[in-house]
């Protein structure tokens, strides 16, 4: 097949070119106008952790940040005869989410990409535009799972103590990068560690209702050999429904279970004698902003971070939902496409939800 001639972009810093330096089979027909009810589509479909977490519609609206209130529970008290009622102090606080997440995906078109294409690619665009975009604001929100529970990390001195907040998927130990010779003690989900964490939300008063339990890809094969996840008297699945028999992930006593690739890396530096963790949605590599080496948990041995949660936990607040934009740009004889969001996250409910971490391999 013959090398295709397309023109080389130049001056055009940032902007991705389609068709530049391939073969010259043909491409595809875009129609600009069709893309934004697609890219929308196709990245509402690609959003896991967002739909499990609560949501507030802030389009439209001005600001950079936005005030929730976190009213405290109440007690009731018996009224004694003759006596007034017990007044109860306001002690109402409020948690403040910065909007300060935009992102974009860019494309530029070539006319003569846009002449010569098969429909393929316009399709590969859109639905790449949508997950990129629905992919970035689970990581965002799954980063923070680590956080709940009073979860805090130290992350600017001596690391010597477990991670508060953060246990092993065995559910009873503190999760330590430290343990074993800086490997950490990250440990595959267990029933008897499921079932802590379940009582973990009851005894902090978490509704049993809307929990759900966020899994890396590896922990799917543990479950699948815990019998309470899959055999048919605990489940209530028969035939094609079942496990078993199709990989379908399910619930285990009553919550929700979703597989998300998204979960979180543990990071362990231990480059300059200071061992102390972190946590990202990408392989550790490089180094930490002290010019320490960054390695996975345990010398290479690859740690994930999962969470057992209810919605309120988390909070995603859109500003902007996903807006799309074409722009022909004579200077390159082609469309420019755009698709950006603009967000916040944070979290909402720090009782409602655990965080453990289990080897990733």
């Not at 008290?77 to 003759?82: G, M, R, W």
């Not at 604001?137 to 001195?157: E, F, K, S, Y």
């Not at 991670?163 to 065995?170: C, F, T, W």
Request: hydrophobic share 35%; charged share 15%; proline share 4%.
């Amino acid at each position: 097949m013959a090398t295709s001639n397309y023109p080389t972009v130049t001056g055009g810093t940032g902007l991705t070119q389609a068709g530049g330096g391939t073969t010259s089979a043909p491409r595809g027909d875009f129609i600009p106008q069709l893309w934004s009810d697609e890219i929308i589509a196709t990245y509402k479909a690609n959003l896991v952790v967002a739909n499990l977490v609560s949501r507030m519609n802030h389009n439209g609206k001005k600001g950079d940040a936005v005030t929730i209130p976190a009213p405290v529970r109440g007690q009731a008290y018996v009224k004694a005869a003759l006596t007034g009622v017990t007044l109860q102090n306001n002690s109402e606080s409020s948690t403040t989410i910065v909007i300060n997440k935009h992102y974009e995906y860019s494309r530029l078109i070539e006319d003569i990409v846009g002449v010569q294409a098969l429909p393929s690619l316009r399709t590969f665009y859109v639905d790449d535009a949508g997950y990129a975009l629905a992919r970035q604001i689970d990581q965002d929100l799954l980063l923070l799972i680590p956080t709940l529970n009073a979860g805090t990390v130290d992350t600017t001195t001596t690391f010597t103590s477990s991670v508060l907040g953060v246990i092993g998927g065995d559910g009873s130990t503190a999760f330590d990068g430290n343990a074993n010779t800086n490997t950490g003690n990250a440990s595959a989900l267990t029933d008897a560690g499921i079932r802590r964490m379940i009582q973990t939300l009851d005894d902090n008063d978490v509704p049993l209702s809307e929990r759900v339990l966020i899994i890396p890809p590896v922990e799917k094969k543990n479950l699948l050999g815990i019998a309470r996840f899959t055999e048919q008297a605990f489940v209530g699945e028969v035939s094609g429904d079942n496990s078993v028999r199709n990989g379908l992930i399910g619930n285990v006593y009553g919550v929700p279970v979703y597989v998300s690739t998204n979960c979180p890396f543990v990071h362990v530096d231990s480059g300059d004698g200071e061992e102390y963790v972190t946590f990202s949605s990408a392989n550790p590599s490089g180094t930490d902003a002290y010019g320490n080496a960054v390695t996975f948990a345990g010398s290479g041995s690859k740690n994930r971070v999962g969470g057992l949660l209810h919605r309120s936990a988390l909070v995603l607040i859109e500003q902007m939902g996903v807006r799309v934009q074409t722009q022909y740009k004579q200077e390159y004889l082609a469309d420019l496409m755009t698709a950006d969001t603009l967000y916040g996250v944070g979290e909402l409910r720090d009782y409602a939800g655990v965080s453990f971490v289990v080897p990733a391999v």
